[in-house]
């Protein structure tokens, strides 16, 4: 009898060992479908930048400078492919340091080896899928930001000003809100899909831009109404379908989270497109139709950093106060100091971010998330105050820099000549028909 029970216990010993931490230690496989997630994903966000963003920004600008507008979101997404291939993604998603990545995946270094391996921050997923959804981040950030300077900069100072900006601050920024050795994200830092890291990043970038380079010639005195409003809404309306990727993508699977990211960011959108539209029926008398589309940018914006964070009720105010406070800023705001953001970057991005970052703070519903606390008693929102000021703070001054230096090797802005004559001929050497 004591062999038979012996017997019996050794044969339950492999089930008494496998137990649910044991289960959790093995690595996670990949998984087909949040693969074909996370590759449709890449595709909806790299859309944003070419055409979508490309179209929005040139609708807005003048007919002479409109194929100089897509061509710098054109060159963006080609320039930042290379710079995130060699080193920006290593530098962003690497363990390094508390502040910067390390340079172990320089040239994508190993990622062959690994091919079919998981990223260590998506382990469902392949990291070459993982590395190209953050490279569409990487290439619309610096892309948002022509927006800011357009009609006015040098083709050469932007390639020089886009490369060192995504080395210099898009890196480090990504590195520190969404690596898991980055020190924002160890503060405890919200950020779904980049309020701070793209966003306020962009916005603030682009608002020390329209500082550095000064006004458009004849700003505020000769006609620059939009050449095309239907590029502008179409290019919107592509922004639109390719943020479900940026958001409900950022899941980094295709569960339950993916649908809730991708509902409230619908809902936001909806809520900020209305709002704009109707602050400014009620102030101009009329609703206009690039109003409604920068509202809906505006919504696309803000609820970016809480898309995986916040239930649809909250989605709605978020929506509301981001279209209201955006159109704003990009009105009173920006004609009460004098700066001239060519297309309200900061205004839409800056602002918009902000909001954003903010009211995730506020709005975090638990069990979505933890919500830590710092010492001294501050909650969620103190954490999201700190990271917007410190993102506000480092990108405008790193990018004051680089403008500068810039500027010294090889000058930033066109002569008055070229920029009456327009970017198209006086860069290209082409012309619409």
């Given amino acids: 009898m004591k062999k038979l029970l012996n017997a019996a216990l050794l044969a339950l010993l492999p089930l008494s060992v496998a137990s649910p931490a044991w289960a959790d230690a093995a690595p996670a496989k990949l998984d087909s479908g949040d693969t074909a997630w996370m590759l449709t994903s890449t595709a909806l966000v790299l859309m944003m930048t070419i055409p979508g963003l490309g179209l929005f920004y040139a609708g807005m600008v003048r007919k002479k400078n409109v194929l100089a507008t897509l061509m710098q979101s054109f060159a963006i997404t080609c320039l930042v492919t290379i710079i995130w291939a060699v080193a920006g993604y290593s530098l962003a998603f690497t363990d390094g340091t508390p502040y910067i990545g390390d340079l172990s995946r320089f040239v994508l270094s190993g990622m062959g080896a690994a091919y079919d391996k998981g990223s260590p ?36 100072a932007l390639c020089i000003f886009i490369v060192a900006w995504s080395l210099l601050v898009y890196a480090p920024v990504a590195h520190w809100v969404w690596s898991s050795t ?13 309020g701070t890291v793209v966003h306020i990043n962009a916005g603030v970038a682009g608002l020390v831009c329209a500082l550095v380079l000064g006004k458009r010639v004849g700003y505020g005195t000769e006609n620059m109404s939009p050449y095309n ?59 206009s ?69 903010l009211l995730t703070g506020v709005f ?29 703070l480092y ?18 802005r066109v002569t008055a000549e070229e920029e009456r004559e327009g970017l198209d001929i006086a860069l290209h050497g082409e012309q619409l028909g």
């Fill in 121 to 156: 921050l998506a382990p469902t997923i392949p990291e070459s899928v993982y590395m190209m959804f953050q490279m569409t981040f990487a290439i619309i950030t610096p892309a948002l930001i022509a927006g800011a300077f357009a009609d006015r900069m040098k083709f050469s």
């Fill in 182 to 194: 980055g020190w924002e994200a160890h503060l405890g830092l919200e950020d779904y899909a980049g």
């Fill in 229 to 287: 409003v239907a590029y502008a809404v179409i290019g919107a309306s592509l922004l639109w379908v390719g943020w479900f990727g940026f958001n409900a993508g950022s899941a980094l699977t295709s569960g339950a989270r993916a649908g809730m990211a991708m509902m409230v960011t619908q809902i936001a959108t909806a809520a900020a497109a209305l709002a704009w539209m109707v602050a400014e029926w009620v102030r101009q008398g009329k609703p």
């Fill in 289 to 357: 139709v690039l109003g409604i589309a920068s509202g809906a940018v505006a919504g696309l914006v803000a609820i970016t950093p809480a898309s995986g964070f916040v239930l649809p009720g909250s989605a709605i105010v978020i929506g509301l106060a981001a279209g209201i406070v955006c159109y704003v800023a990009a009105t009173t705001v920006k004609h009460a100091f004098g700066y001239d953001d060519s297309l309200d970057c900061f205004g839409v991005h800056g602002v918009g971010g902000v909001v954003g970052a």
């Fill in 364 to 392: 975090a519903f638990g069990p979505f998330t933890a919500k830590p606390q710092l010492p001294g008693g501050l909650t969620q929102l103190g954490v999201q105050a700190v990271g917007v000021v410190v993102t506000l």
């Fill in 395 to 412: 990108s405008g001054v790193v990018s004051f820099a680089i403008l500068k230096a810039t500027d010294a090797a090889v000058g930033l």
